[in-house]
Nanobody, 117 residues
Framework: QVQLVESGGGLVQPGGSLRLSCAASGSIYTVSTMGWYRQAPGKERELVAS???????SYADSVKGRFTISRDNAKNTVWLQMNSLKPEDTGVYYCNRIGSSLKYDYWGQGTQVTVSS
């Protein structure tokens, strides 16, 4: 059974930190490049970070140097460490395989991140 459960979001002041977790059920995730996506109010979902099964990472320019993605294949878990948060980081954060379709693929419920003073 395929399942993605995101957690760790919350309300944080600018400059603060959060660590998001994604628990994935289903062997397909272990062999896939995984990513964290975010969707800000009124905007399209965008990819902010990705990690290959071997641990190679990639980041959107907007989060480079502030966010760190990591994974543990044995635990089928992906994390996103977010530091120096800015109000523009506000949104719902989702994890999924790279290239997942909004319309045709399964998505978890996401976790809300709000950066505000």
């Amino acid at each position: 059974q395929v399942q993605l459960v995101e957690s760790g979001g919350g309300l944080v002041q600018p400059g603060g930190s959060l660590r998001l977790s994604c628990a994935a059920s289903g062997s397909i995730y272990t062999v896939s490049t995984m990513g964290w996506y975010r969707q800000a109010p009124g905007k399209e979902r965008e990819l902010v970070a990705s990690v290959t099964p071997g641990g190679s990472t990639s980041y959107a320019d907007s989060v480079k140097g502030r966010f760190t993605i990591s994974r543990d294949n044995a635990k089928n878990t992906v994390w996103l460490q977010m530091n120096s948060l800015k109000p523009e980081d506000t949104g719902v954060y989702y994890c999924n395989r790279i290239g997942s379709s909004l319309k045709y693929d399964y998505w978890g419920q996401g976790t809300q991140v709000t950066v505000s003073s």
